[in-house]
């Protein structure tokens, strides 16, 4: 799942991806490309949330930006 969050922590966009696990070759993970939606973003600051989940762990990742 990605998520952008504002700066009130509203969620302005979401989206799912699943991935099989046969796509899993070996332990360094999974290539994911997510195109951030830069036109239907007003300026200010944001959260990047990134959400993977299996059926026994989750990870999550957040990464702030700013758009001007």
């Given at each position: 799942r990605t998520e952008i969050l504002d700066a009130s922590g509203a969620v302005v966009t979401v989206a799912a991806h699943t991935v099989a696990a046969a796509s899993f070759h070996?332990?360094?993970?999974?290539?994911?490309?997510?195109n951030l939606p830069l036109r239907t973003l007003v300026p200010g600051e944001y959260l990047l949330r990134i959400v993977a989940s299996t059926a026994r762990s989750t990870v999550r990742r957040d990464v702030r930006f700013v758009i001007h």
């Open positions: 070996d332990a360094a993970g999974h290539q994911y490309k997510y």
